[in-house]
């Protein structure tokens, strides 16, 4: 099928729900959230309502709402609003969808559902192929998270053939580490022109080389400026410094993954980064702990990750 819009690519932030102290949405940050990703960050793509977003944490009222706010604050600002539509419900999901079509969002994404769980790669195509018909104007990307799903179909194995059963799929997200599984995703559709859209951050450069032609994720909220000089980097083929860019990054997330890291204490540190109030989590995640977000912001800083100056190699190497 032909859409209109060019091919998603690049960086996509995985967009956090703002929320206030109460456990409301706070829908009054988002105009102010899309420009500081646009001039602060470089970020022009957005992947809303998903993991970070706490999207199934979330009514279906305020998915919807979230889902329009977004797309009316982007509107001239962002170039791709993808929304994630998933949920174990294939009404909901298809009401979702649709409605994200009637919002003029740029694509939808669905995760495999997760209590009752598709056992085959044929029942999730169907599925899929459910949601992906109630917007049938829409690219449809397949949002593939394992680990929080525990619906280990090979990715490889449900793109084979997928167009003949989705006409409007248009590209993957992968948030695995398997680089077998990703590496051939992407070497048995080399003729389509699908988007390969990696989901580990700190994985990010082997996956480049894999042929990723995207990457969607939580810390190009506010390491997306690094992110995209990696991408350069890679781009003018110059490897050891995309290396080093990614070491850099590396430095940081393995820090905080050994402290603790998921949704909450993304939301602390967005909020220390670009001073937006990003809000607690909603249970069943706790807020992160005050001692976390303080070691964070002295190793952002260590890690000249607080400016937004570009680092020297000089410091690229030195910093630990
Ligand atoms: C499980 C999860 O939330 N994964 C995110 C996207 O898929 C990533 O952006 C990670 O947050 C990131 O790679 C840090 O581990
Ligand atoms: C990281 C990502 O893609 C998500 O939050 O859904």
Redesign the pocket.
């Known amino acids: 099928m032909a859409f209109p819009k060019k091919k998603l690519q690049g960086l996509v932030a995985?967009t956090i729900t703002p929320m206030t102290e109460n456990g409301e949405i706070n829908f009054s940050v988002i105009g102010q959230y899309v420009d500081y990703l646009v001039k602060e960050q470089g970020v022009k793509n957005i992947f809303v309502n998903g993991?970070?977003g706490e999207g199934l944490s979330l009514s279906i009222s305020e998915r919807r709402q979230v889902a329009e706010e977004w797309v009316t604050k982007g509107k001239d600002k962002l170039d791709q609003v993808v929304i994630h539509v998933g949920a174990l419900s294939l009404k909901e999901s298809q009401e979702l969808a649709q409605h994200a079509a009637e919002i003029g969002a740029d694509g939808i994404a669905v995760i495999a559902p997760f209590f009752l769980k598709p056992w085959t790669k044929d029942i999730l195509i169907n599925f899929l192929k459910e949601v992906a018909a109630a917007a049938p104007a829409l690219p449809f990307y397949y949002y593939h998270?394992p680990a929080?799903t525990g619906v280990k179909i090979r990715a490889e194995e449900l793109l084979d053939g997928i167009q003949d059963k989705i006409p409007t799929f248009q590209g993957l997200k992968f948030?695995d580490t398997d680089l077998l599984d990703f590496g051939q995703c992407v070497d048995q559709n080399r003729q389509q022109q699908f988007a390969f859209l990696f989901?580990?951050?700190?994985q990010l450069l082997s996956a480049l080389v894999m042929g990723a032609t995207g990457a969607?994720?939580?810390?190009y909220n506010y390491l997306g400026r690094k992110t995209n000089q990696m991408l350069e980097a890679f781009e003018r083929k110059d490897l050891s410094l995309a290396l080093n860019y990614q070491f850099c990054i590396q430095r940081f997330?393995n820090f905080v993954v050994k402290l603790g890291?998921g949704v909450s204490q993304?939301k602390a540190i967005m909020t220390l980064v670009s001073g937006i109030p990003m809000g607690p989590p909603r249970l069943p995640l706790q807020k992160a702990s005050r001692e976390f977000t303080d070691s964070a912001e002295a190793k952002l800083k260590s890690l000249d990750f607080l400016s937004f100056t570009d680092l020297k190699d000089g410091s690229l190497e030195a910093s630990s």
């Open positions: 995985a993991t970070t998270i929080l948030s989901g580990v951050d700190e969607v994720g939580s810390t997330i890291f993304t």
